[in-house]
């Protein structure tokens, strides 16, 4: 029996029950990075949130999934900076793909089973089948050896974002991947080609496909017969990107192209826009420079819900450091407890942190209300282990509670593997331990203090419990 997820559709603004189409199996699209410089921190806003929808589907709601997230490895940014490196297409973005691949690691993302790029030879292919099918019926012409889409053939564009069909402008052939907001008219399919750009031909004259038109060949050709189950991504998406994909893919198949539209909200930084202008556009690697870890990273753009704003500061780092740290403690504390007198009240409080997470989850992601329900957790299992009223077998269950919510939220077991690398070998933090144990049996408490203090300079710390001393990262 799977848990029945409610989620938000931004096709008919409301929430409504989800479940796939076909066999148990969610077939899930998210638009990928635009590969020309490193990802920041927005981007991986959405691509955290988009990996807590996948793991609740695979691991609440117990659905196979199969989700591809595409590069976008050919645009006007891609073929610029290029250019302005001076190496080919393919390399420059080969660079930007792997940068890419190794912050969502850190990042703790899981990698979806097809990871598509739009230079690949059957994307291509698919792309040149989109356009033909969309000839067929309609819905295109030819200027200067461009292809475009003819948006006054399909009078329900606008749906997704709402447009107002009387105010749009009509008859102007729009041939850039920048848009802005208000640019409603025909759109680029295939883009002739232009003196130094790349350039195939996939039946519709040399040239280079739009952006709007790798999204949609690749979702229909990698994850089957329309409609697919959920299709996410930025708020920012919405129009034009997403508004384009729904009338190439739906006036190709003349079927609806997703079920379920999935947007996640902006992230701002010290409650102010993104822009280089500010100097505010931080990448992971610009997080991890200024001493905090990916883990916390992690905790702070999962903990509002995706469809709210969700401002990062600093200081709100520091608080996601925290937070993380007193799961990890309490977790920690566990290990220690040996008692065989259990409590219903332990018992009690886990079986109420396990609806109570389930229940958030399950209500359109509210991990603000999940991570509330293991806090309320972690509380009650701290008093049990002050007032000595919690057995082993209790500490084992609530252990493994925890472990099956970070299957969810995936920050525990992130922090978890940070700590296994620490910044100082394992074995010399080991040898130390045992020196300062020797050094304060033989009441040498300077040199015990001195041990510490260089370790916490380096990165460990010390903990002393009847149990003996543990350490555990900065």
Avoid at 39 to 56: K, M, P, Q, S
Avoid at 373 to 391: M, P, Y
Avoid at 394 to 413: K, M, P, S, W, Y
């Amino acid at each position: 029996m799977n848990a029945s997820l409610r989620l938000y559709n931004t096709l008919t603004r409301q929430e409504e029950p989800f479940s796939p189409s076909q066999d148990g199996t969610v077939r899930m699209y998210a638009c990928g990075p635009t590969v020309y410089a490193r990802a920041h921190i927005g981007n991986f806003r959405t691509y955290v949130c988009v990996d807590v929808l996948r793991r609740t589907l695979k691991h609440l709601c117990g659905y196979t999934m199969r989700e591809a997230i595409n590069y976008t490895d050919v645009d006007d940014k891609t073929i610029a900076g290029a250019q302005k490196a001076g190496i080919p297409l393919r390399a420059y973005t080969d660079q930007w793909i792997r940068a890419f691949r190794e912050d969502i690691e850190q990042l703790g993302i899981e990698v979806p089973e097809e990871t598509p790029r739009a230079t690949d030879e059957a994307n291509l292919r698919a792309m040149g089948d989109l356009i033909a099918a969309l000839g067929r019926n309609g819905h295109t012409y030819s200027r200067d050896g461009s292809t475009y889409f003819k948006i006054a053939t399909l009078p329900d564009y606008g749906k997704l974002a709402r447009l107002d069909h009387e105010g749009m402008k009509s008859g102007v052939s729009v041939d850039v991947d920048e848009y802005t907001k208000d640019d409603v008219r025909d759109f680029v399919l295939w883009k002739a080609t232009k003196p130094g750009e790349p350039t195939w031909d996939v039946g519709a004259g040399p040239g280079r496909p739009g952006w709007h038109l790798e999204c949609s060949a690749m979702a229909l050709r990698l994850l089957g017969e329309p409609p697919i189950d959920i299709h996410a991504g930025g708020i920012d998406l919405i129009f034009p990107h997403h508004e384009n994909e729904i009338a190439q893919s739906e006036g190709a198949t003349r079927r609806p192209f997703s079920r379920f539209w999935v947007h996640i909200e902006h992230l701002f930084v010290e409650n102010e826009k993104m822009s280089k202008s500010l100097g505010n556009v931080y990448t992971l690697p610009d997080v991890l420079a200024r001493g905090h870890r990916a883990s916390a990273l992690r905790y702070l753009l999962l903990s509002s819900h995706y469809r709210k704003q969700l401002n990062f500061t600093w200081a709100g780092m520091e608080q996601a450091e925290e937070s993380l740290r007193r799961i990890v403690d309490c977790l920690a504390r566990l290990e220690t407890v040996s008692s065989t007198d259990g409590s219903p009240d332990v018992e009690a409080s886990i079986d109420q942190a396990r609806a109570a997470f389930a229940a958030a989850l399950l209500d359109d992601l509210n991990t603000a209300a999940g991570l509330a329900a293991i806090f309320d957790l972690v509380r009650d299992l701290n008093a049990a282990i002050d007032s000595k009223t919690i057995s082993r077998e209790n500490a084992d269950a609530a252990r493994r509670a925890i472990d099956e919510f970070d299957c969810v939220l995936g920050v525990v077991t992130l922090r978890r593997a940070e700590d296994a690398q620490p910044p100082v070998p394992i074995d010399e933090i080991e040898r130390l331990i045992e020196e300062r144990t020797a050094a304060r049996a033989r009441r040498d408490f300077a040199a015990a203090d001195g041990i510490r203090h260089a370790l916490a300079e380096r990165g460990i710390l010390l903990e002393d419990n009847p149990g003996g001393t543990r350490w555990k990262r900065k």
